[in-house]
């Protein structure tokens, strides 16, 4: 992927004894290999705070979510995107309606599904979806009901499942593991921070980055901790600049993980174009580039491309790629309907991304779909 940057208006001033002379610089447009954004038609519904996971057949499962105006209905539909036709099929409903849920692929194809918010209350109950039957399967409650909780792979095909909120403002240190072979979950942790609207990276090595977050009565975390899936105990390492929640992270190539966005306690008011670098070799945080937008709701509208460059397509209107070689952000050419929060982005076979859903300043979803294609 070729990226380029361009200048948006600027002016430079220059004082020579007491004459200002102003000179203007004219706006550089992008050129035509800049990543494009293609708006290819809408999902069945509208969803937001949904899951878009990539099946091993090039199709994408895409389950539950929000509708309408203020984030209800809850959905238990689910649907499938095919990438050849560019087109939508309805495929087996949910046993349980699900927003705000996790959702990650087995290694053997299948796809659990975990927790979320039914629109009554949060649910423990967790099912597998098998793309061979196109059917859904009970698995074991998890130990509590979680919403917004956070799925994490770990090596040998089991999931890692912590934090999430029991009930709206009552964030959870739990933590517990998902073995595909039996159905069950066993607990492990506790975290050394409860955490809500947090993210978790699995690293090179195995273990897992936990950041940031919200406690209990609106406090906004800034702390971070690892998993060790040897010991199945949590520690902390260091801590991030500011306070973030409703952030999104990214694993590098490198082997360092970029923490991008989010806001503070003034939530909406208080969203962050500041990114921030982990480290895992010394365990500290250091500055990362500023993006053109400050975005927050952002934690699965991220996706790490073949090149390496990391897409963010979610919280702003115009998508954005951080590029890790010139250490930039980089705006495509074109753009979203409006902010998109709550929507997600999949790196599909073909090297584009499928950016799907979200809901806008006044929380209405969306049914709309896009195409970031990358390749040009």
């Not at 087995?106 to 796809?111: E, I």
Request: charged fraction near 20%; hydrophobic fraction near 45%.
């Amino acid at each position: 992927m070729k990226i380029v940057t361009w200048l948006t208006s600027a002016s430079i001033v220059l004082v020579i004894g007491a004459a200002v002379v102003i000179v203007m610089k004219e706006p550089l447009a992008a050129d035509q290999d800049s990543p494009q954004v293609i708006r290819i038609g809408a999902m069945s519904v509208e969803r937001a705070a949904h899951q878009a996971t990539l099946l091993k057949t090039g199709q994408v499962l895409v389950t539950g979510g929000c509708a309408g105006r203020g984030c209800n209905p809850i959905h238990a539909s689910a649907e499938l995107y095919d990438p050849v036709t560019r087109s939508f099929q309805a495929t087996a409903a949910m046993a349980t309606p699900r927003a705000s849920h996790a959702a990650v692929v087995l290694p053997d194809g299948r796809v659990l599904v975990s927790g979320g918010w039914t629109g009554r209350n949060a649910t423990a109950s967790a099912e597998i979806y098998d793309p061979a039957t196109d059917g859904w399967t009970s698995a074991h409650d998890m130990s509590v009901p979680r919403m917004s909780p956070i799925a994490a792979p770990l090596a040998g095909g089991r999931v890692l499942i912590l934090g999430g909120e029991a009930t709206t403002g009552a964030p959870l240190a739990s933590a517990e593991v998902f073995d595909p072979t039996t159905f069950t979950f066993a607990a492990v942790g506790p975290m050394q921070t409860p955490r809500g609207s947090h993210v978790a990276v699995p690293l090179a090595d195995g273990r897992v980055l936990v950041s940031g977050g919200h406690q209990a009565q609106g406090e906004i975390l800034r702390t971070a901790e690892i998993f060790d899936p040897t010991t199945g105990e949590f520690k902390p390492t260091g801590d991030m600049a500011v306070s973030r929640h409703k952030h999104a992270a990214a694993l590098l190539a490198d082997g360092k993980v970029l923490i991008i966005g989010g806001s503070d306690a003034r939530d909406y008011r208080g969203r962050y174009a500041s990114t921030e670098i982990f480290d895992p070799a010394i365990g500290e945080f250091s500055p990362g580039p500023e993006m053109r937008w400050g975005r927050h709701k952002i934690r699965d509208a991220v996706e790490v491309l073949p090149s390496g460059a990391v897409l963010v397509a979610g919280g702003a209107a115009q998508p954005e790629f951080f590029s890790p070689v010139d250490r930039i952000f980089v705006a495509t050419d074109g753009e979203l309907s409006g902010p998109q929060m709550f929507a997600t982005a999949t790196l599909l076979l073909t090297g584009e991304v499928l950016v799907l859903g979200g809901y806008d300043d006044r929380t209405q979803s969306s049914a709309s779909a896009w195409l970031v294609d990358t390749t040009r």
